[in-house]
């Protein structure tokens, strides 16, 4: 909604804008009306010419990513019918957790407009956390795990402090933290080095552990749809009584069956194989909740307000110190957690951890998935996405048998792409206007 705008009387939101000089200054406000508020009073003819202005403006959202995955898969399974099989797109979305929930925390990072490289050792030492306290010391798992979760929070923490409050430039504390928390995951996993895991433990079953019941995936679907549902009803309902433009029936019944359709597709999928993965539960859990976080509350809009200029913000009021060190904080505690389920998918802890590409995957799908780089705009929806793509990339390589070099060198590709496609689509906005 435009701010700033005088109110008009409904009757007149449909009049073209008169050139006679009598009416030039209602024309004018007439024309000022951001035609997002009109679109749905044409009807579906309507949001096609939408969606023709959001993408001729650069207001793109996620059709680039969910395209690439379209591709992706069509490639992929081109080369090798097993790449769309029940057991291969289940080991996909399994596999995509860990990655994705460490994307997660990059995103509210990103919409800061910074970066944070240490997330891959904080995941890692997490895991060695756990690892040390449950195995070596025989602590209860669960109460080990919290510990291992606080352990990166903390982590966050420290570092949005020296940013937010020392004035240490975030790229530079990062960079300290990478360094420093790998080095403390080496102290304490000790000579040995690797600390495997109980199999039977919490941590194991994060990610071997399945629904069998059929019920389950098609539950989890019906109550994703039934929520969206209710809450697009009840949306509308509140902008009716608001006074503001709200969805029509028709497009909030058209929305919802287009997420239904993935939805029970994915529902499909995994009852063909083993039923409803935990981790997929977990990981869309967080995805869901990041999401909320971040569009419905007021923290959230306070956390966009930062990133679009930490100056304005300053000046509205908020406390940009505390928003920045709570933020650090959010991307320590995914990390963590995170990492708890790479750890799960090995079923140990070691010197590897938290190592290799892990730090540039984590970034690469928050980036690929939609969330920009500059600040200001995100979703933790991005992380979903982008964490499919390239574990899907990662998934069609290892079909192929092509080598790791290849992988990288198409995942780096991917991640320019996308980069492009964001600065692209910025300077696109600006020069309509909308940035």
């Given amino acids: 909604m435009s701010t700033g705008t005088p109110a008009e009387p409904r009757e007149t939101q449909h009049e073209e804008p008169r050139t006679d000089a009598g009416t030039a200054a209602s024309g004018a406000a007439t024309a000022t009306v951001d035609p997002r508020l009109l679109v749905r009073q044409e009807g579906f003819k309507g949001y096609l010419t939408d969606l023709g202005r959001r993408l001729r403006t650069g207001e793109l959202g996620s059709v680039p990513v969910i395209v690439g995955l379209i591709v992706i898969a069509l490639v992929f399974q081109l080369q090798d019918s097993a790449f769309l099989s029940a057991n291969n797109l289940n080991d996909l979305f399994v596999q995509s957790a860990g990655t994705g929930l460490i994307a997660v925390g990059i995103v509210f990072v990103l919409i800061l407009g910074e970066i944070d490289l240490s997330v891959g050792s904080v995941s890692g030492m997490s895991a060695a956390v756990f690892a040390v306290l ?46 420093g928390w790998n080095g403390l995951m080496l102290q304490i996993l000790g000579a040995s080095g690797t600390i495997n895991l109980d199999d039977d433990g919490v941590v194991a079953q994060l990610t071997n552990h399945y629904f069998a019941d059929k019920a389950a995936a098609m539950g989890l679907a019906t109550v994703c749809v039934l929520a969206f549902l209710g809450f697009s009803l009840l949306d509308a309902r509140r902008r009716k009584a608001a006074d503001v433009p709200s ?75 505390l928003i920045r060190i709570s933020v650090y904080s959010i991307a320590g505690t995914m990390a963590a957690i995170g990492g708890l389920f790479l750890a799960s998918q090995i079923n140990a802890a070691n010197q590897s951890s938290g190592a290799g590409s892990l730090l540039m995957n984590c970034i690469a799908a928050a980036v690929i998935g939609g969330t920009s780089l500059f600040g200001g705009r995100g979703k933790t929806w991005s992380a979903l996405l982008g964490a499919l793509v390239i574990q899907s990339i990662n998934s069609g390589m290892a079909l192929l048998g092509t080598g790791s070099a290849v992988r990288d060198m198409i995942t780096g590709a991917v991640l320019l792409a996308a980069v492009v496609i964001d600065s692209v689509s910025r300077r696109t906005q600006k020069t309509a206007g909308r940035a």
């Fill in 134 to 179: 449950s195995v070596n010391q025989g602590m209860n798992e669960v109460l080990a795990l919290i510990l291992a979760v606080l352990t990166g929070m903390a982590a966050g923490a420290v570092h949005g402090f020296f940013f937010a409050r020392i004035g240490v430039p975030a790229f530079v504390v990062t960079l300290a933290g990478l360094l």
């Fill in 247 to 321: 969805r029509p029936l028709s497009e909030i019944v058209l929305r919802t069956v287009v997420l239904a359709v993935p939805a029970y597709a994915a529902a499909f999928v995994f009852n063909s194989y083993k039923g409803l993965p935990l981790a997929v539960v977990i990981f869309v859990g967080f995805v869901v909740v990041g999401d909320f976080v971040l569009r419905r509350t007021g923290y959230g809009r306070k956390v966009f307000a930062v990133g679009g200029s930490s100056e304005a913000a300053s000046r509205a009021g908020i406390n940009v110190s």
